[in-house]
């Protein structure tokens, strides 16, 4: 039995019937799973790689799942989601997570009120609450087993975690400065609608900062399938195209794309290039702390309202 999935039109131009035929589907594609099937492959693995087949957008080019889950779906799979930290080295997020901030940083002068989505355990955050001048922090967190690092990330300043998606409802108009979403925009149902939604909630000068993967990147293009932003949690993928033309239709302008430098320890290199190979090995030719800094399938957009 397939799972029930709800047909979506392309979530940039809206689109329903420009699109391309199937440009990648894992083997056997997500399609021919059952809903309750498909449940342990939301917390991905690089050994079993199941996910809803992609298709591009002939009119916009916008890389996206034309069938997908319900938001009730949705609810029901992001509640049992892990934190997406770990087993991963504080030290190289961290790393990571500060390159991101020196690109806001150019364009911010970091006061007002902040808001972002998806802020995890608040390593963002504490860059913005050691570095800035922010007012208040509104975290828009769905993950509550995050709650207490989040918490503590933002202690000594004024500030309210959502554990939920973004609702602008909660969140005064025309006080919003700056707004980070880190590997969360290829997670919206409906990215546009959320964008615009938001606008209100903004001044002519805020700034806008979009982590995202890029489908376009080498990475992506040499792993094809096995590429691990191709999962069941990404109802779209981006490249600097893309989320180009997705501002624009949401009421934004981009200031600037950029590719980002991520640190990857050796040893989860060396596991992905094994695991590629169809091989595994657990002796490491090198010192397993030693870390690469690489740009390596991830682009930065600085956005702000038109």
Excluded at 134 to 157: C, H, I, M, Y
Excluded at 196 to 220: G, I, N, Q, Y
Excluded at 271 to 296: A, C, E, I, Q, V
Aim: charged fraction near 20%; include cysteine; glycine fraction near 6%.
């Amino acid at each position: 039995m397939s799972v029930a999935l709800e047909d979506r039109p392309c979530p940039t131009c809206g689109s329903q019937a420009e699109t391309s035929p199937c440009a990648v589907k894992s083997l056997p594609p997500g399609e021919s799973f059952s809903f309750n099937d498909l449940k342990p492959y939301w917390n991905k693995t690089l050994k079993d790689r199941i996910f809803l087949s992609y298709h591009r957008c002939n009119r916009c080019g916008l890389l996206y799942c034309p069938r997908y889950f319900s938001q009730a779906q949705l609810n029901e799979l992001y509640a049992g989601m892990l934190d997406n930290t770990a087993g991963v080295s504080l030290d190289i997020l961290r790393q990571t997570q500060k390159g991101y901030f020196d690109v806001l940083k150019k364009f911010s002068p970091l006061h007002g009120d902040y808001l972002e989505v998806g802020p995890d355990i608040g390593l963002f955050v504490q860059y913005c609450v050691n570095e800035g001048s922010f007012e208040k922090f509104w975290l828009f967190e769905p993950n509550t087993s995050v709650q207490d690092a989040l918490s503590n990330a933002a202690r000594g300043k004024d500030f309210h975690i959502v554990p939920s998606m973004l609702n602008t409802d909660l969140v005064p108009d025309q006080r919003v400065s700056v707004v980070v979403m880190v590997h969360v925009l290829d997670h919206l149902l409906d990215p546009v609608g959320t964008l615009r939604a938001l606008l209100k909630k903004l001044p002519p000068s805020a700034v806008l900062l979009f982590v995202t993967h890029d489908e376009s990147s080498l990475l992506a293009r040499v792993t094809g399938r096995r590429w691990g932003a191709y999962s069941l949690e990404h109802p779209q993928l981006l490249n600097s195209k893309s989320v180009t033309h997705l501002m624009h239709a949401a009421g934004y302008k981009v200031l600037t794309v950029q590719k980002t430098h991520n640190y990857f320890p050796l040893s989860f290199l060396f596991n992905y290039l094994m695991h590629m190979l169809g091989l595994h090995s657990t002796r490491y030719p090198f010192t397993r702390d030693h870390t690469l800094r690489l740009k390596l399938g991830n682009i930065v957009t600085i956005a702000s309202p038109r």
